[in-house]
């Protein structure tokens, strides 16, 4: 009965935030549509790009260009369920803490947790690119003639969440550091989510193992899109198991988790000595 309470309750609080981003759209349509076409664009012109190298050179590495563009359509889906559910700094956390701005939240009669996940939802203004994305994998799979099959789309499913969970816990174990320098750290989780996008549309394929094996252990970029792509193209790279990615986004999961408690505890006790007031509807 809990669970369904807390699901009822998550579900309420989704509509109330869908609801919020159908009057910021309403209220400004024109800034709102420039807003999200400019978001459409940006992502759609850093797919385009290698996409045309890898035109240009029939592929990228052991990829095809047609391959390329699946990976491509990979990323882009990625980044529209980003902008869909993390539009209120639930993922960019670092400048909640570094503005001193978590007592926001503490006061209010819901748990943190259920805080975080509903307050980013952006139905109206943040699922453009996950459109484009999807369009792009449409086009893709015909070209690449794949068979698609129930267990396909739920592997589909699989691996966009699980890189969707390394992000978010990339973003929640950089923005630790702002519970103990918040005005350093206020902008952390933007620069590992940043640096994340930046190498995650770029195939690896053609690169030497020294630079291929940090960037799907110290760092997730090739986790991003490359492997997941290759797993689901049924080529699982570096004769790595299919299911590397998960136990990746399980191990960092539960590192930011610790990491993120401490920081946390440390805030509880000690405070913050900065407040800033924007950034929240007062």
């Known amino acids: 009965m809990a669970d369904r309470i807390t699901l009822k309750r998550i579900i309420k609080l989704l509509a109330i935030s869908a609801k919020l981003d159908l009057t910021w759209l309403l209220r400004d349509a024109k800034l709102a549509l420039l807003a999200i076409g400019g978001d459409i664009v940006n992502n759609v012109a850093i797919a385009s790009g290698v996409f045309l190298i890898a035109a240009r050179f029939g592929g990228i590495g052991d990829m095809s260009a047609d391959e390329v563009l699946f990976m491509l359509a990979y990323s882009t889906m990625i980044t529209g369920i980003f902008a869909l559910f993390g539009s209120g700094n639930n993922i960019h956390i670092s400048r909640i803490i570094g503005r001193g701005q978590l007592e926001h939240?503490?006061?209010q009669p819901l748990p943190l947790f259920t805080q975080l996940v509903?307050?980013?939802f952006a139905p109206f203004t943040g699922g453009g690119n996950l459109i484009v994305g999807i369009c792009l994998m449409v086009i893709?799979?015909?070209?690449?003639?794949?068979?698609?099959?129930?267990?396909w789309i739920l592997s589909l499913i699989t691996y966009l969440l699980t890189t969707l969970v390394t992000i978010i816990a990339r973003s929640y174990f950089a923005a630790s550091a702002a519970f103990y320098a918040p005005v350093a750290a206020e902008e952390i989780s933007s620069v590992a989510i940043d640096e994340t996008w930046f190498l995650s549309t770029f195939p690896l394929g053609g690169m030497p193992q020294a630079i291929q094996i940090p960037l799907l252990t110290i760092l997730p970029e090739g986790l991003m899109a490359w492997y997941p792509s290759l797993c689901l193209l049924?080529?699982?790279?570096?004769?790595?198991?299919?299911?590397?990615p998960m136990l990746y986004a399980l191990l960092i999961a539960l590192a930011a988790r610790a990491v993120?408690?401490?920081?946390?505890?440390?805030?509880?006790?000690?405070?913050?000595n900065r407040y800033v007031p924007y950034g929240f509807r007062r």
Do not use: Q
């Open 105 to 107: 939240l503490f006061i």
């Open 118 to 120: 509903t307050s980013g």
């Open 140 to 151: 893709a799979g015909k070209r690449l003639d794949l068979h698609i099959t129930p267990w």
């Open 234 to 244: 049924g080529k699982s790279p570096l004769h790595l198991t299919a299911y590397y």
């Open 260 to 272: 993120f408690r401490k920081g946390l505890r440390y805030y509880v006790t000690r405070g913050s």
